[in-house]
């Protein structure tokens, strides 16, 4: 599971927000976001629906609805900065070439009237000077990586499955040999066979090629078993973050300990599954406490009062609470259904 990590970032993000204008106010969506992605590793990012992991990735590609605005400190790709960069020049050098995206709906990003193959050629042929048969080669290649059969490339996407269309769009998201793929909940929605067969192929991709993956989901058995490092939001903030193998040993922060509570791991074979009471913050207006305190069966009266700060509790994780001195006690409680009671 582990690679060792390069010292320069490949992808450097620093104090991100994402504001979305609504009737109701703005919607502070995304807030004080910073994380860096490593050459050859899987960045994984968790949290419950509505967190914000793909608002946070959208503003990163600049494909936000025209109601969202995104402001960043810093964001930064191959040591050049992102947001300095035209809108044009980014999408012809960034999007695609160099950072990827399997979207969320997967299933509705492939027009329903050209043939699946078709479209993976023409986006190659967009972006590289070679021949029809040479992008086609190519794309016949990517559909065998992805475990389809290359005639499948004559089809169109109604005629493929939920989970052939997923890997078609993975092919795409492959296409240009990107340094950094992004694939947000790819396995969300497809009967568990399915999820497996997907997830094993992620896997093999990312022993075969050296781009970096972001994968988003918030199913966080899979990012367990899939990343190097995590990142775990909630009300639009990270949390956590550390290496997987911390985050499941070691973890501070009460909305990681509950997360990992509801979900069945592969490493807490037999362990109960206990739900959070209580639902997340609507998000409008900016944070002026922590966001998981509502609901956190830990907080104090100054949880409620200000937003803690990120701090550094390791060489590689960091958390996002007041609480950190007790985590021991913490994960010992957690693990029982009357901590969590409402
Ligand atoms: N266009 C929009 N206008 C206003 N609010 C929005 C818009 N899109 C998303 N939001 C809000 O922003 C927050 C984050 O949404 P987002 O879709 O990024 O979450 P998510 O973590 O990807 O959720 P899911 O797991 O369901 O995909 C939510 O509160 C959502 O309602
Ligand atoms: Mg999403």
Redesign the pocket.
Known sequence: MTKTATPEPLLSIRNLGVV?S?SQGP?H?VSNISFDVHANEVFGIA?E???????LIRSLLRLL?D??RMDAGLCQYKGQDLTAMSDEAFRKNILWQEISLVP?SAMASFNPVHRVGDQIIESILAHRDISRAEARERSAGLFDVVGLQSDLMNSYPHEFSGGMRQRAMIAMSLSLDPGLIIMD?PTTGLDVLVQERILRRIREIRAEIKSSIILIT?DIAVIAEMSDRIAIMYGGEVMEQATAVDMFENPHHPYTLGLKNAFPSIRDIGSELISIPGSPPT?VGPLTSCPFAPRCPFNLDTCHQANPESINIGTSHQVRCIRTADAKQFRKLAREKSTWRS
């Open positions: 979305y609504t919607v969506a949290g629906s509505g967190c914000g992991k793909s608002t609805p109601n969202g969320q909940e918030h998000l």
